[in-house]
């Protein structure tokens, strides 16, 4: 089958490999319909999270048709069911997946040792998300093989087309539980740092939950103008202040809630650095030409908030002012998605209408284009916002 495989640092090919099979009973194989490129996976991209090899297979945004089923599957999954299959696979059984804590599931990580290692315990299995969470073969494919498919699936209603399920996956509960882990109150002002994919579910999101004010901070004219038919004000980084607007905004106080859909990107040049110095001064000492993300948050937010983080960090991430957040009280919360938490409540809401998050769609291409359209989503090129392949 035809698959896009990362080869080193800004090398991802489509590249023919071997089929996957059923490897385990509760295994089962999709043909993929639709996948997606993620912010997440620029990183990856960039060689910025360690922990990728030559021929892993990227993506983890993926839908499509069953086309196998290990036996011990069969009771929730059938040939020609078409799910989504989310970022995080899971168990279902465990501590963690009892208690709805998905992406921390004790159970999927097939390399929990190096987990174990580096994180003092295992996290969830990942899809195409290097060796620390698995190094499962990712959904950017013709194929795919589900492990733990009777628990890792959300199935798609009858009528919903992909464009409208597809990032159940991922990036809509991801923007999602940004919002919801603000604990948003009706006087809320949210503030939300990036106006990717992620960004823009987040806005949503915090529009749907009620806060009196949302404003979206970006330095990219259409994505904030996407943000701002979501129902955003909008501040752009580039031309104006972004701490004077959120306090012009807040009555002089700040927001009291804030979140980050940014990341990593925040810490790192656009020119991206070549050997490892360079990078470490650039991720660990914050020399950035950009405004780094996370201080201006601890900065103006209101005493008393929320920073809720969603964009994805890795390795250590210094120079944060522990002494104004803790004298602030502000409260941290921050993870990978627990994508299936939120599942019912995010389908019931896109059935009703509430939400339909293909908007974030501005470029379709074939599987075979993929690396190019890594190209064209990195830099945001022909304004693009989301990319969805069709193998
Ligand atoms: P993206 O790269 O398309 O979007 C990032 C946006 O941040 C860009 O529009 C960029 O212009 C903007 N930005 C950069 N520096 C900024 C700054 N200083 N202030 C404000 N905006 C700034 O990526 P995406 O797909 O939207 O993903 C966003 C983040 O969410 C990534 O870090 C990704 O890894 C992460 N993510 C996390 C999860 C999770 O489970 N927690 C899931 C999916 C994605
Ligand atoms: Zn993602
Ligand atoms: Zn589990």
Redesign the pocket.
Known sequence: MKALVWHGKQDIRCDNVTDPEIEDSRDAIIKVTSCAICGSDLHLFHNFIPAMMPGDIMGHEMMGEVVEVGADARHKLKKGDRIVVPFTI?????E??RRGN?SV????NRKKELADKVFGHTT?GLFGYTHLTGGYPGGQAEYLRVPFADATHIKVPDGMTDEQALFLGDILPTGWQAAVHCDIEPEDTVAIWGCGPVGQMAIRSAVLLGARQVVAIDDIPERLSMAAAGGAITINFETDSVVERLNELTGGKGPQKCIDAVGLEAHVTPSQPDTLMDRAKQVMMLESDRPHVLREMMYVCRPGGIISICGVYAGLVDKIPMGMAMNKGLSFRMGQTHVNRWTDDLLRRIEEGQIDPSFVITHTARLEDGPEMYKVFRDKQDSCIKVVLKP
């Open positions: 899971i168990c279902g059984e465990c963690q997946c998905f599931c004790e159970r999927t969830a």
